[in-house]
Nanobody, 114 residues
Framework: VQLQASGGGLVQAGGSLGLSCAAS????????MGWYRQAPGKQRELVAR???????NYADSVKGRFTISRGNAKNTVYLQMNSLKPEDTAVYYC?????????WGQGTLVTVSS
């Protein structure tokens, strides 16, 4: 049972990055999925969430710039990040919200240079 995130890296402000998170060992289609991030010295915060039916919600700070989506056939959740800002720099984590627990991925670092 695991979530494997990928796609982080270094990008200039205004650029774009796409993150992927592949799930294994869970019934992916029934899980609500989320992307979170944690910047140095700060608490982990919700970035975007998508439920099993495809409804989404976003943190105010990323609305209009980030898009979360899911591909149930590939057991994968995606986060497309556009118009990136230096304040988006953080370790990004995906999460699968089960009925009684949360499964976390290992995190992928996104660095946005000014």
């Amino acid at each position: 049972v695991q979530l494997q995130a990928s796609g982080g890296g270094l990008v200039q402000a205004g650029g774009s990055l796409g993150l992927s998170c592949a799930a294994s060992g869970i019934i992916f289609s029934t899980n609500n999925m989320g992307w979170y991030r944690q910047a140095p010295g700060k608490q982990r915060e919700l970035v975007a969430r998508i439920n099993s039916g495809g409804s989404t919600n976003y943190a105010d700070s990323v609305k209009g710039r980030f898009t979360i989506s899911r591909g149930n056939a590939k057991n994968t959740v995606y986060l497309q990040m556009n118009s990136l800002k230096p304040e988006d720099t953080a370790v990004y984590y995906c999460a699968a919200h089960g009925v009684a627990s949360v499964l976390w991925g290992q995190g992928t670092l996104v660095t946005v240079s000014s």
